[in-house]
């Protein structure tokens, strides 16, 4: 295709001249193609018109992109070679002869970009001007002023015009590499780029606002993270697949160029191509922001955690044999890969804190307002836990940094916490290094040394932002705030003394019906007993206080509590006069088991003659306890366990166990003593005992490991 183009026109014969060899070479475009026009937005570009009759001193231009295109919008301007506004398009003859003129025309820094139409009028008796010609702007790193502005050149050529690179895959223990062929250059790429983002839904409901905003590069990039996928059945590129069954495509893992899948879409009528995964999914994006001139690089997060419910911890369930179920709501994948894009973050901060490299991840994991998209999350912000910036900050945060906390599920389907590690998820970020075929480990980009006081500030920080955030988006109702507490220390053996307040931030009386109830429970979590139950009407009034005390009888949870540990207590109030406003509260309470003394007295040495005491008196003013037993146990220092048996024990009495031993054993040992009887259960107390080894000239104190 020639760069020279004849037209009859109102204004006579016109031919144009873009000069595209010249200037696509100047704007870096010219791997893409010296055919036609593609420029860079914010430097010069020339061409000449020669014209049939002469043009009487006075060229005006017109350029528009986008249906409906606009002054107002920004995808419209009219301009002649005396207006030379900063902000605006602008126009400067270099050379001029009645039937010639060459021209020097730049674009605003922040320009639309996209595919142009360029009109032109000679003369200003000329009702209207001509489409003389079309070209194409895109985004300019070497532009200063370009919100996608990357100042080392190095990194340029890397980020934006290197067409071939390396995914980093595998497990951090041993990461495997592939070489990926970005192809963003190849001619019909920036074709089916620019046809990805005329196909997004903001553009098919609001085509002049979607090219409006194609100025800016957060915006740009939001958009293709969003296509890359096809959940939301927005015509997307690529169809995910992650259950290993790939009837009717292609397994993700045969991939190795963008320009294969790209190139498929487009000759199927945009219909999504079958089938990617992560890197996929990160790569043709990587090819799409550097083809729009957006510096971009695929990164690989090893041990990465998909936390669905923003809440910054992983919860993962065992069975009893230590088999993860099939399905958890939260996981941690072995490598997740997505791409970083570079650009300024004036909608964030006036002073460029959040600036440079954003997370932007197109595989489909969650919704993000509402569309499977996220990002661009500044890795500046994911580093010091600002969870309350845009966008999506806390999923990214989780990614790389959230604790992970481990559940065992029992057979009855209660569960129990086994640990909580603060240190696994996030580990050797990797991209690839500028200019080698190396990698680059870019962890301390996304985080503090892990452990380090640093790293747990930041995770405290991102915590606390995400919950503000949480509450802003959803605020609550008028509230009926309610708390429950002790009223003195509860022991068991004796009745259990609580207090419920309520309070309101509604401006109104509110009649409630409060519904209380006290279950003993299981050390499983699982109720074992009702023990008490009662129900009050009460008008809450505004900005007061009402308490509600309940008294739980010894008598009631007593003869339940004897193998399990904790009373729930929970209150259920509702609104009468709403009954969908209902308002929770619960406390666990562990009533306090009475003391059982233990006490040691003799020198612990080698067969040293030392004596124990166990004493325990029953706390219970009108209940005697029956069938107790002492026991007082200790490998290394009884040869065998030791009881007292007490068939009844009246109120206030004592039951005593006084052994006499010789430790039989050096080093650290322990006294382990037991009481139980009728009510109370597996009460206990131990004490260490530091056997020594005596000899005549000095003592050793030995220990175990």
């Known amino acids: 295709m020639s760069s020279t183009k004849s037209l009859n026109t109102n204004q006579g014969r016109v031919t144009v ?29 020339t061409f000449k018109l020669s ?58 820094s922040n320009a639309s970009i996209g595919l142009y139409s360029l009109w032109v009028k000679t003369g200003s008796s000329a009702a209207v001007g001509t489409r003389v010609a079309s070209f194409t702007v895109l985004f300019n790193p070497w ?14 050529q890397e980020y934006v015009m290197n067409e071939q690179g390396i995914l980093y895959k595998g497990v951090n223990e041993y990461i495997t590499t592939q070489a990926w062929d970005f192809g963003q250059f190849e001619d019909d790429i920036l074709d089916i780029c620019l046809k990805l983002l005329d196909l997004n839904p903001k553009c098919v409901k609001n085509p002049q606002e979607d090219y409006s905003a194609r100025c800016n590069p957060i915006y740009i990039s939001r958009v293709v993270t969003a296509m890359i996928n096809c959940d939301d059945d927005d015509k997307g590129v690529i169809s995910g697949q992650w259950d290993g069954t790939y009837i009717g495509g292609v397994e993700p893992s045969q991939w190795t160029s963008s320009v294969d899948i790209l190139r498929k879409w487009m000759k199927y009528d945009c219909y ?3 089938f990617g995964q992560c890197w996929v999914f990160a790569a043709v994006m990587c090819t799409v922001l550097r083809c729009l001139g957006i510096p971009c690089r695929v990164v690989t997060n090893y041990q990465s955690a998909h936390d669905t419910d923003l809440n910054l911890i992983i919860d993962e369930y065992y069975g009893d044999y230590g088999v993860m179920p099939k399905r958890n709501l939260d996981s941690i994948w072995n490598y997740h890969v997505w791409v970083e894009g570079w650009m300024r973050r004036p909608d964030l901060s006036e002073d460029f804190f959040y600036d440079g490299w954003q997370v932007l991840d197109p595989t489909p994991q969650e919704k993000s307002t509402d569309v499977y998209c ?36 029992m057979a009855n389907g209660s569960k129990r916490k086994i640990q909580t590690d603060t240190k696994t998820v996030g580990q050797s970020i990797s991209t690839k290094a ?195 037993c ?13 009881e007292n048996k007490v068939s009844e024990l009246g109120p206030g009495q004592k039951a005593t166990l006084k052994v006499k031993f010789r430790p039989n054993r050096a080093g650290p040992k322990k006294l382990m003593a037991s009481f139980n009887s009728s009510i109370f259960k597996d009460i206990k107390n ?20």
């Open 434 to 628: 500028i200019g080698t075929n190396k990698r680059q480990d870019i962890t301390e980009n996304y985080k503090y040394t892990e452990g380090s006081v640093n790293e747990r500030t930041a995770y405290d920080e991102a915590v606390k932002r995400a919950i503000a955030v949480m509450m802003a988006e959803y605020p609550p109702l008028p509230n009926v705030e309610m708390k429950i507490s002790l009223d003195g220390k509860p022991l068991n053996g004796v009745d259990i003394k609580v207090k419920v307040s309520l309070s309101t931030d509604n401006s109104k009386t509110q009649e409630l019906s409060v519904k209380m109830n006290a279950q003993v429970m299981k050390y499983t979590n699982n109720p074992s007993a009702r023990v008490w139950s009662d129900t009050k009407d009460i008008q809450l009034q505004p900005k007061t206080e009402q308490i509600i005390p309940i008294v739980i009888p010894f008598a009631a949870y007593g003869p339940e509590f004897l193998d399990n540990n904790c009373i729930k207590v929970s209150v259920i109030t509702t609104d009468k006069s709403d009954s969908k406003l209902v308002y929770l509260v619960e406390k666990d309470i562990v009533p306090h088991d009475p003391s059982l003394q233990l006490t040691v007295s003799g020198t612990p040495i080698l067969n040293g003659e030392m004596t124990a005491e166990v004493m325990f008196e029953n706390p219970l003013s009108d209940l005697s306890l029956y069938d107790c």
């Open 272 to 274: 999504p191509v079958k």
């Open 51 to 108: 014209l049939e009759r002469p043009h009487q001193n006075y060229i005006e231009l017109t350029v528009e992109t986008g249906p409906n295109a606009s002054v107002e919008k920004g995808t419209r301007s009219v301009f002649d070679s005396k207006q030379q506004q900063v902000s605006s398009w602008s126009l400067q003859v270099l050379e001029s002869s009645s039937l010639s003129v060459s021209l020097s025309v730049v674009s605003p």
């Open 374 to 409: 996220c990002g661009p999350a500044p890795v500046r912000a994911i580093r010091e836990g600002h969870t309350d910036i845009k966008y999506d900050v806390p999923f990214v945060f989780g990614e790389v940094n959230a604790d992970k906390v481990s559940w065992l599920i």
């Open 17 to 45: 001249d873009l000069q595209c060899k010249k200037n696509n070479t100047d704007h870096r475009t010219h791997e893409i193609t010296l055919d036609r026009l593609i420029v860079r937005r914010g430097k010069p570009f």
């Open 630 to 642: 002492i026991t007082l146990t200790g490998s290394g220092l009884l040869k065998q366990t030791e």
């Open 686 to 705: 131990s004490i260490d005992v530091n056997v020594r080894i005596v000899t005549s000239r000095m003592v050793y104190t030995t220990f175990t490991k």
């Open 143 to 156: 532009c200063e002023d370009d919100w996608v502005f990357l100042p080392n050149e190095a990194e340029k």
